[in-house]
């Protein structure tokens, strides 16, 4: 047989096309896209379980500084962290990271407000 | 008698994205033999299960291969559930099954696809491709991921579907089988591409049997062997017949993973029927201890996962044998005696998979 194809061909040349016209119209993720990883900072313990757990060590938490931080680019959503966080502070969002050219940590520190104390001094 | 040449394919080639070398010895236009080498991607992953604990080893070994990752994730979790005399629940075991088989669905036909870039038909490949994106979006919507799916864990599976989104993906899967039926008969009719199939790279039964080929490779030889057969996850309520085809040429092999795409989409069907209503997972406590060999089909054929604990947090060894490091001894016979300009459709109908291979 030799115009096996032919249905097929036809029938794409009268259908609106399989593909989209990129930046114009974008993809619509779905619910559970593993997208990129966000933390709620203020309920975040720094109990350091995340990073522990994490495949490729892309997640540093610093316990006395107070700061959590994500290697985007290291990072492959396994979405194993938030199933680990024992405060469900870490949530998977579907959208993906935005593309970059160089590796750069994504870092979150707690926002302490300053109180009438010694403390503000410092700051 | 002609002189002969060396004519180095690989590791970097167009047909083939994955680097797996070949020195080929030919004389005039006709391959004398070929001698493979490997080594360019390892990784050493099976190195890495001493230092990672072994539930987080299961994100590891979904990335061992790219496209077969749900079964590779699957088998690893089979394994320590083996050995810790862990029972999953049903559920898990259906959705499981769910999620190999459309894993299967998408891998083979990108190979379809891949094969028809392979013999130089642009259009037969876009479309393979096109109705490949329908199956990653139902994986995406279901799992999360396009091809890491990240479902399975040790003890069940991390995500469930619900009734009303399998009852969607099934729908459209019966809607799909036309259209993937239009595009396959271009395999099985056309006679163009059947030129560059039928008779080319023949594998006998015989041979197949003696250099150990696995999945579509043995059974378009005509050796009916399947490890779903072993009855693991749901396959053993579900009712199939390995496909097998007996020329055991290129044609063979291509019309094996096409059958294979029609009955993973009936098995999803019959999955999706039996799907029990119960937990998705149990908890898991305490170190595994003893060893286990797990097997398990994958689109490519029949992958090993040994494992051997020792009581601790770390697995004391793993061994992965994947399907294509199966199948290169397979591709070594086939490519002996035939024409050069075969040698990219014959590398390609083992449906090769290197960062598999070498872990």
Redesign the interface.
């Known amino acids: ?2 115009f ?2 032919s ?3 036809l029938s ?1 040349l009268f259908s609106k096309p ?1 593909t989209r016209l990129y930046p114009i119209t974008q993809r619509v993720p ?1 619910k ?3 997208g990129k990883i966000e933390i709620d900072i203020a309920a975040c313990t720094f109990c350091g379980l995340c990073s522990k ?1 994490c ?1 490729t060590s892309a997640i540093t938490v610093t316990r006395a500084d107070k700061k959590w931080e994500i290697n985007r680019l290291q990072c ?5 962290c938030v ?1 680990v966080c024992p405060k469900k502070c870490l949530t ?1 969002e579907n959208a993906y990271t935005t593309p970059a050219v160089a590796t750069s940590k994504d870092s979150f520190k707690v926002a302490r407000v300053p109180d009438n104390t010694a403390d503000s001094k410092d700051s | 008698m002609s002189k002969r040449t060396i004519i180095p394919f690989g590791p970097q080639h167009p047909v083939l994205p994955e680097p797996i070398h070949l020195d080929l010895v030919v004389e005039d236009e006709k391959v004398i033999e070929a001698i493979p080498s490997i080594g360019f991607i390892h990784r050493g992953l099976e190195k890495l299960v001493e230092k990672k604990d072994f539930i987080d080893y299961v994100y590891v070994a979904e990335r061992i291969c790219g496209i077969c990752s749900a079964i590779h994730g699957q088998t690893y979790c089979q394994a320590v559930e083996e050995v810790m005399n862990i029972a999953v629940p049903e559920r898990a075991l259906y959705l499981r099954t769910i999620w190999g088989e459309l894993s299967r669905v998408h891998s083979h036909l990108l190979w379809l696809g891949l094969m028809a870039d392979g013999f130089g038909f642009e259009a037969l490949f876009m479309h393979c491709w096109r109705l490949r994106e329908t199956v990653l979006d139902m994986i995406e919507e279901t799992t999360g991921g396009r091809v890491i799916f990240g479902s399975c864990k040790v003890g069940g599976v991390r995500k469930d579907i619900d009734k009303p989104t399998l009852e969607r993906i099934v729908a459209k899967l019966n809607g799909m089988e036309k259209e993937i039926k239009e595009v396959t008969d271009v395999f099985i009719v056309d006679r163009s591409v059947k030129h560059r199939t039928v008779g080319v790279g023949v594998l006998s039964k015989q041979d197949a049997y003696e250099l150990g080929a696995v999945g579509p490779t043995m059974r378009a030889s005509g050796i009916n062997q399947d490890m779903r057969k072993l009855g693991y996850a749901a396959y053993k309520q579900l009712k199939f017949e390995p496909i097998v085809e007996t020329a055991g040429d290129s044609y063979s092999r291509c019309v094996v993973r096409i059958k294979e795409i029609f009955q993973s989409i009936d098995l999803i069907r019959q999955a999706a029927v039996q799907l029990p209503e119960g937990p998705i997972d149990v908890k898991v406590t305490g170190t595994p201890s003893g060893e286990f060999f797990a097997r398990t089909e994958q689109p490519r054929g029949e992958v090993i996962y040994y494992l051997k604990a020792n009581g601790t947090r770390f697995l004391q060894r793993l061994r992965v044998r994947t399907p294509t490091f199966a199948n290169i001894p397979a591709l070594v016979k086939l490519l002996q005696g035939c024409e050069l300009a075969d040698v990219p459709i014959l590398a390609l109908t083992i449906d090769p998979c290197i960062s598999c291979t070498e872990r």
Request: with cysteine; aromatic share 10%.
């Open positions: 047989m030799i096996s194809m249905k097929t061909v794409s399989s779905f559970n896209t593993r757990k495949p492959l959503a396994c979405d194993y199933l998977m």
